[in-house]
T-cell receptor, first 113, second 115 residues
Framework: DTGVSQDPRHKITKRGQNVTFRCDPI?????LYWYRQTLGQGPEFLTY????????KSRLLSDRFSAERPKGSFSTLEIQRTEQGDSAMYLC???????????FGDGTRLSIL | GENVEQHPSTLSVQEGDSAVIKCTYS??????FPWYKQELGKRPQLIID?????GEKKDQRIAVTLNKTAKHFSLHITETQPEDSAVYFC??????????????FGKGTHLIIQP
């Protein structure tokens, strides 16, 4: 069990640029989740996948955000036309099934200049 | 949607004493309640969880209690040690089929263990 891995660990970009993050879940986990965490706050749910199907999106996920999980393996989260308010830690988690423990990755810290 | 309130925001206890962190939730459909520990700059780590068909669960020095009627659950840490210092988050979710499987987190409690 290598755990949930995320890449990159840090991303610095200029406002208006597009960014993409990758998450590799624990291999036997069917569910994959994306969260966003800002300083001093708990993680906020963004979206999740059951295998390759995206089942729920939070209202926090504006139309500038898109997530995919092709073939039910790794997932990508893309943010288009980044804004200052997008600066945060983006966390990925995976679980074996519904209401099973979610295991988090180390996150990608996004800084918008 | 679900709303989770967590108290206190900061808790300072003497090493060896007990610590209690409390959370309330709003959605009666929520049935899964995990607790995470997050050290500075690190990932949230699951330390214990409880489901709504159980009132209490214990794992060594850590215990969680759940009161479904009152919609609150608590984390208890006994014999606190310096390595318990971290931010603790409670969370809630539902597998009722409404798609609400994402966790709703509280704002966190910064636990400080005084030597």
């Amino acid at each position: 069990d290598t755990g949930v891995s995320q890449d990159p660990r840090h991303k610095i970009t200029k406002r208006g640029q597009n960014v993409t993050f990758r998450c590799d879940p624990i291999s036997e986990h069917n569910r994959l989740y994306w969260y966003r965490q800002t300083l001093g706050q708990g993680p906020e749910f963004l979206t999740y996948f059951q295998n390759e199907a995206q089942l729920e999106k939070s209202r926090l996920l504006s139309d500038r955000f898109s997530a995919e999980r092709p073939k039910g393996s790794f997932s990508t989260l893309e943010i288009q036309r980044t804004e200052q308010g997008d600066s945060a830690m983006y966390l990925c988690a995976s679980s074996f099934e519904v209401s099973q423990p979610q295991h988090f990755g180390d996150g990608t810290r996004l800084s918008i200049l | 949607g679900e709303n989770v309130e967590q108290h206190p925001s900061t808790l300072s206890v003497q090493e060896g004493d007990s610590a209690v962190i409390k959370c309330t939730y709003s959605d009666s459909a929520s049935n899964y309640f995990p607790w995470y520990k997050q050290e500075l700059g690190k990932r949230p780590q699951l330390i214990i969880d409880i489901r709504s068909n159980v009132g209490e669960k214990k794992d060594q020095r850590i215990a969680v209690t759940l009161n479904k009627t009152a919609k609150h659950f608590s984390l208890h840490i006994t014999e606190t040690q310096p390595e318990d210092s971290a931010v603790y988050f409670c969370a809630a979710s539902s597998d009722s089929g409404g798609g609400a499987d994402g966790l709703t987190f509280g704002k966190g409690t910064h636990l400080i263990i005084q030597p």
